[in-house]
């Protein structure tokens, strides 16, 4: 305050001028200059307004052929910052390529106040899938068993099961 010397009370405001709220609100300060006959007071208003809070998505992960993800934070209206992220949230992970990537959500309230999120995007390469060599069966009902690698994935087409079980005359 003006002029100095002067003294401030009220609530979440220290003598000297430092003020803490606890909690948003408004507040009645005031500053005092001098002292008996000559004390001179002068309030001021402080509004104190909450921040907003941003939430980011869970972190994600994908295949490096994945679409276009939209990423969506909360409260709506944000920007999305970070690499390969556009900031209405669009992130391709065929752009980015494999890597993890760390980006940003920030939400800016109509006050100016703002808080940011964080998630990661994990972009995983395409798995090197092998069926095995052509193979020749007769004609029969004899069961045989397909392996592929890696290990775990499903099988499919006519007349064999989704773990690999291929009968020739199904």
Do not use: K
Request: net charge negative; glycine share 16%; charged share 5%.
């Amino acid at each position: 305050g003006a002029p100095a010397g002067g003294t401030w009370s009220g609530p979440g405001v220290t003598p000297s001028g430092q003020f803490n709220p606890s909690t948003a609100g408004v507040y009645v300060l005031t500053y005092s200059v001098g002292s008996g006959t000559c004390l001179t007071t002068d309030p001021l208003t402080v509004t104190v307004v909450a921040n907003p809070n941003a939430i980011a998505p869970p972190d994600q992960d994908v295949c490096v052929n994945a679409a276009v993800l939209q990423l969506n934070g909360t409260p709506a209206g944000g920007v999305w910052t970070g690499p390969v992220v556009t900031a209405g949230g669009a992130f391709d992970p065929a752009l980015a390529g494999v890597g993890v990537f760390n980006l940003t959500y920030t939400f800016t309230n109509a006050n100016g106040c703002s808080d940011s999120a964080p998630m990661t995007v994990t972009v995983n390469a395409l798995p090197v899938v092998n069926a095995g060599n052509d193979q020749t069966l007769c004609d029969q009902p004899v069961p045989q068993q397909l392996t592929g690698s890696p290990g775990g994935g499903t099988w499919s087409g006519a007349n064999v099961s989704a773990g690999g079980l291929f009968t020739p005359n199904g």
